[in-house]
């Protein structure tokens, strides 16, 4: 039904679990059914360092955060923007149609997740102003 | 892992070995058909009506020619609601059953509304069971037809048949069960249930696939959905009878309705062995269902903060096999339509097995079925957002 690949990173996924000093999160699904996905980040200076996931979801939704996670670490943010399902499915191989929206929900979660690292910076430049006032 | 354990019988079982014995002979010596007049086809007949006296008995039906042989439970409900309606049609156009049915029926019933026909679907209370002060309710002067599931196939919970069938009775209506769980687990009386249709399927009680028989009592009228020979289920079924298979059916409802008591005791002991171990061992579970107006085969529990269709996953590694109602698909992964109708939430539907025992599980697979559970969700949970402690 799953590739060896997805079947290997369901069983024994490296990136999943909490990541301490994490300072993006994104979150996604949760409702209609959908698999709920959490990924958290540590960025530096727009690098990702440390990418780590945690979801209420299915085998694939596993796997597929789970790939992600490798494919983002080391990039700056525009370019782990830039990581789409294709290259997950490169690495994955075939999943199955109706298992397809873990795919979208896992890049989905990425996007949120570096959308969060911005709306932080934000934030912190914004209170940094005020302060210097 | 060589180790195999299956608790998916409500999924299907596996064939007796007496009942394939019984089959054996009927694919290369008594081969016949059925409506052939020569003696091949006599022999078959006489196979065929052994089978239909063996339904008969086992249902307490009060005649065998009340028993029509289908390709299955789904043929049987699906012919069940649209041969009564079709027959019925001059005296209402009003359907009620209820949203815990199996697809089998409920997608009839979507059939027969785009036919015109106008059903109800009853709402189930928290433990699975049709409301019946809502039946009284939906009951109106065109209502030909009242279809309830004897057993509900997810979560075993067993309705009030009698009463329902009573009730129906009361204002001249029809009263069809789906009773594939049920053989086998109840005491199906078909005279003293006053039931009018019954569907049963052969492959949940160690019989073969594909076959399967509708009960209708003498005297209700129903259209044929199948086309065929006059001859052929007194023409109202067509198809040549699958015999081996109508064979094996009788001897199996034959196995399954003598030792009912029997297996029943070694199932209710072996389910109850294994909630207490499971429950002494794995924390923030949720057993859906009836407390114990339910089947002793079909356990259903929710493991709180994890997907259903990874544990199933996880268990299958390790060689243990169980299904789950509620997964992830495509854009609408909607959760179970049974346990939504019984008002548990999506993300605890979703997390949801169902375990259904045979009589060949033994307390030692029980024990490294919960130590592979316990394993499982512990690990699945560390890496779940949701906390199962604040569900």
């Not at chain 1, 896992?106 to 209170?127: L, M, N, P, T």
């Not at chain 2, 009018?196 to 959905?225: Q, R």
């Not at chain 2, 299904?323 to 008002?343: D, E, F, I, N, Q």
């Not at chain 2, 030692?364 to 559970?373: A, G, K, N, Q, R």
């Amino acid at each position: 039904m799953y590739t060896k690949t997805i079947m290997d990173k369901f069983q024994n996924p490296k990136n999943a679990g909490a990541l301490h000093g994490a300072n993006a999160v994104g979150e996604v699904g949760g409702n209609n059914g959908n698999d709920l996905m959490k990924l958290y980040l540590i960025i530096n200076n727009s690098r990702i360092e440390n990418a780590k996931f945690k979801t209420f979801g299915c085998a694939v939704s596993i796997a597929v955060l789970d790939v992600f996670c490798d494919l983002i670490k080391g990039k700056n943010v525009e370019d782990a923007m830039k990581v789409s399902q294709a290259d997950v499915i490169k690495i994955l191989g075939e999943i199955p149609n109706h298992k397809r929206n873990c795919l979208v929900l896992g890049e989905e979660c990425v996007k949120v997740a570096i959308q969060d690292y911005f709306i932080r910076q934000e934030k912190d430049a914004k209170r940094a102003m005020k302060k210097a006032r | 892992m060589d180790r195999k354990i299956y608790l998916d019988n409500a999924s299907t079982t596996y064939v007796s070995s007496d009942v394939i014995e019984e089959m054996t002979p009927c694919f290369n010596v008594m081969y016949g058909n059925p409506g052939s007049l020569h003696a091949f086809g006599r022999e078959a007949m006489a196979l065929v009506d052994k089978a239909r006296d063996r339904v008969k008995e086992a249902i307490h039906a009060k005649k065998a020619n009340e028993i029509y042989f289908t390709s299955g439970g789904s043929e049987a409900n699906s012919w069940a609601l649209v041969g009564v309606a079709k027959a019925n049609a001059n005296k209402g156009k009003h359907i009620i059953t209820s949203q815990i049915e199996h697809d089998s029926v409920l997608k009839t019933c979507k059939y027969l509304e785009q036919e015109g026909f106008e059903i109800t679907y009853l709402p189930v209370n928290s433990t699975g069971l049709v409301n019946l002060p809502e039946l009284l309710h939906a009951i109106r002067k065109d209502t030909i037809l009242i279809s309830i599931m004897s057993i509900n196939n997810e979560v075993g919970t067993i309705q009030n048949i009698k009463t329902i069938a009573k009730i129906a009775h009361d204002y001249g209506i029809l009263f069809h069960t789906d009773a594939v769980q049920a053989i086998g687990n109840l005491k199906m009386d078909v005279q003293d249930m006053e039931i009018d249709l019954m569907s049963m399927s052969a492959h949940k009680i160690h019989g073969p696939k594909g076959v399967g028989a509708l009960y209708v009592k003498s005297g209700v009228s129903i259209d044929p959905i199948i086309f065929g020979g006059e001859d052929q289920e007194r023409g109202v079924r067509g198809g040549t009878e699958n015999v081996p298979a109508i064979v094996g059916f009788g001897k199996a409802i034959e196995l399954a309705t003598k030792n009912q008591f029997v297996n029943n005791k070694i199932i209710k002991d072996i389910r109850d062995y294994f909630v207490s171990k499971l429950t002494e061992r794995v924390q923030f579970i949720k057993i859906n269902g009836h407390p114990h107006q339910k089947s002793n085969a079909i356990v259903n529990v929710s493991f709180y903060g994890v997907e259903g269709e990874s544990v199933l996953m996880l268990l299958d590694l390790a060689g243990i096999c169980v299904s789950t109602s509620s997964a992830c698909t495509s854009k609408s992964s909607l959760p179970s339509h049974v346990l939504k109708a019984m008002g548990i939430a999506d993300d605890v539907a979703q997390s949801s097995i169902r375990f259904s025992f045979g009589t060949n599980i033994s307390k030692s697979d029980v024990d490294y079925v919960v130590d592979e559970l316990d394993k499982i969700v512990t690990k699945l949970r560390a890496i779940s957002p949701i906390q199962a402690g604040r569900i």
